[in-house]
């Protein structure tokens, strides 16, 4: 800002019947969440404080577009930080504004020239005079896309402008960049975003960092394997056709006779029972023979 510092070009994708444009989707156009909320907030805020600029959260949106592609697609933390700082080139002359120093580093990492700071891209002059703290925690950071878009907001209201008024809105924007061009791209965007817009979620949360790379893992199954050194219900594993303990298992079912193979459970031992003693007429008794034996055979 006010440094004449370098911005995108590309314009707005074309709108077609359809609900978005696979250019849009992919990412030209669409808001992220934060930032989207960055700039209502800050509308909100100017329509209470300079109520005359009748600032559109749209302008902002264009700007924002243009400065940074919206904070490079939502690349934000919670409160708003840029995940990683924006920064302009060195401000050295040439093809930009010669700006030396000042602020000795503190917001561009330069302490010789300076640059263009954050997703609104305030060089740090400016941001001295411009800065304030649009979400509450206390801080005024460029780096933040609240603190930045409010401040953005004021930049732009400044001198009683109307920016209802075309000429009041052209001097703003020239006043961000001085370029006819720049004029001319961010009032492509600007009309573009009051016929509609698209809002998808913070890039951040979008593409999370992959997380690092673990062993593989086996696949669980319902029923565990037993293992061969560990008995499983109180008795090992009864031995396969190879005469190795069998890792299989099988529930018994009726039949004549098991598989070759199948693990079959135990037959219950033999219980004896007293043979039963039979009455005779005349109150004679017959004693068993012998006795009788229950089981599963």
Not at 135 to 140: F, T, Y
Not at 218 to 229: A, H, I, M
Not at 266 to 282: F, N
């Amino acid at each position: 800002m006010s440094g004449d510092t370098p911005y995108r070009t590309d314009l707005p994708p074309l709108r077609t019947r359809k609900k978005h444009s696979a250019q849009e989707v992919a990412g030209g156009g669409a808001l992220p969440t934060s930032v989207f909320a960055a700039y209502r907030r800050a509308e909100e805020e100017l329509a209470r404080s300079a109520p005359r600029c009748g600032l559109r959260w749209q302008l902002l949106a264009a700007i924002g577009q243009v400065e940074s592609g919206q904070a490079r697609g939502g690349r934000v933390t919670e409160d708003g930080t840029t995940v990683t700082p924006i920064l302009g080139p060195r401000l050295t002359g040439g093809a930009f504004a010669v700006v030396a120093d000042t602020d000795g580093g503190a917001y561009d990492g330069d302490a010789v020239y300076d640059r263009a700071v954050g997703p609104m891209q305030f060089i740090p002059s400016t941001w001295a005079r411009w800065g304030v703290d649009g979400n509450g925690d206390g801080r005024r950071d460029p780096n933040n896309v609240y603190d930045a878009t409010l401040a953005a907001g004021h930049y732009l209201c400044a001198d009683g402008r109307d920016l209802s008024d075309p000429a009041d809105l052209d001097r703003a924007i020239l006043g961000y960049n001085h370029s006819d061009a720049y004029l001319r791209t961010v009032k492509a965007w600007y009309a573009y975003y009051l016929t509609g817009h698209r809002v998808v979620p913070d890039a951040s949360a979008a593409l999370p960092d992959r997380p690092k790379p673990s062993r593989p893992q086996r696949p669980k199954t319902s029923q565990p394997k037993p293992s061969p050194l560990t008995p499983s219900h109180g008795r090992k594993p009864d031995p396969g056709p190879s005469g190795t303990p069998s890792t299989a298992t099988a529930s018994p079912s009726p039949g004549p006779s098991p598989k070759a193979g199948v693990p079959t459970e135990p037959r219950s031992p033999p219980v004896p029972v007293p043979a039963p003693t039979l009455t005779l007429p005349g109150g004679g008794v017959l004693p068993g023979a012998g006795s009788l034996t229950t089981g599963d055979g």
